[in-house]
């Protein structure tokens, strides 16, 4: 199936491991040239994109904190100058703390917020002009399900990240007039063989899906290629799960 993807240029920010590096491998096979963002991985980054570039596609790496708006000024620059303009942008980037509330200092929940909130802004109000221009786009946030649910260990950044959700619904009224897609992928665990859980309360993870296993990578990116794909040119504001029926929400 032509996902309508060859030649867009898509931007992967934290693509360099994981869940992110897995998506522009996926999408870099379906013809899409890839702009792998990366923070602290620039080995990793540089690795993903030769291996993007033998897909025979285009790829650049892009380093920067989304957090902070001049660094996502700055990876525009580069882009325009070394890549081209951006059709699809899936931000992958996310960071937090794993603990309760009471067990933080008042300064320790800025940065969650900054990453998984303020860096969803910085991306859009970088990057959506350039779509508007071009009268297409498609923007993809991802998070988890503890953004909908409240999880008492993620607590700053589901809430960061349910503000995010809230962002993109509202960005997708605004926008759509612009033929510019605004989304949210919501996954449950994605083992990646790097979870420090044992037997037991691996067990009792799994036992809470009622697929009866945890995600892999492979499972996240066929819905964020769906999203970007032509195929969905009429899905917007949504929040799609990816999660083995962990929750159901509707
Ligand atoms: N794995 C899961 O089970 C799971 C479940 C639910 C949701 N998620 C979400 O899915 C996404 C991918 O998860 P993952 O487990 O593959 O990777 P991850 O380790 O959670 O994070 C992905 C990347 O985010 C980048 N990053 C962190 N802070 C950043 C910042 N301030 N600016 C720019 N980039 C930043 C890092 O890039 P560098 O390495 O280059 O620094 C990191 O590699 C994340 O947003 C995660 O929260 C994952």
Redesign the pocket.
């Known amino acids: 199936m032509d996902l309508g993807i060859k030649g867009k240029n898509i931007l992967i ?10 998506i522009a491998l996926a999408a870099a096979r379906n013809g899409a040239n890839i702009a792998v ?6 080995e ?2 540089f690795q993903t994109a030769e291996e993007i570039k033998v897909l025979g596609v285009e790829a650049i790496t892009v ?6 708006f001049k ?1 996502v000024q700055k990876m525009k620059e580069i882009l325009d100058q070394d890549f081209g303009s951006i059709d699809g942008i899936v ?6 703390q794993m603990k309760p509330f009471f067990k933080y200092e008042p300064e320790e929940w800025r ?1 969650e917020v ?3 909130f303020n ?1 969803v802004l910085n991306l859009a109000y970088t990057f959506v002009p350039d779509m508007k221009k071009n009268n297409q786009g498609k923007l993809i946030n ?5 953004a909908r649910t409240g999880d008492r260990n993620l607590i700053v ?1 589901a809430a960061a ?1 349910s503000g995010a959700i809230s962002f993109i619904k509202s960005l997708a009224k605004e926008v759509g007039r612009n033929n510019i897609q605004c989304n949210t992928v ?7 063989g ?1 979870f420090d859980f044992d037997e037991e309360t691996m067990k009792k993870l799994v036992k809470q899906y009622p697929l009866q296993r ?2 892999s ?1 492979d499972d ?1 990116t066929g819905m964020v290629l769906f999203l970007l794909a032509n195929a969905s040119d009429w899905i917007t504001g949504q929040v799609v799960s990816v999660n083995g029926g962990h929750s159901m929400l509707g």
């Open positions: 920010t934290g693509a360099a491991k994981g869940i992110g590096r897995g963002h990366y923070l602290g991985s620039e990793a980054a380093k920067g904190d989304i957090a902070s660094d931000n992958n980037a996310g960071w937090a940065r900054d990453v998984c860096g991802i998070v988890g399900d503890s950044s990240r919501s996954l449950g665990l994605i083992d990646q790097t945890l995600g990578v996240v």
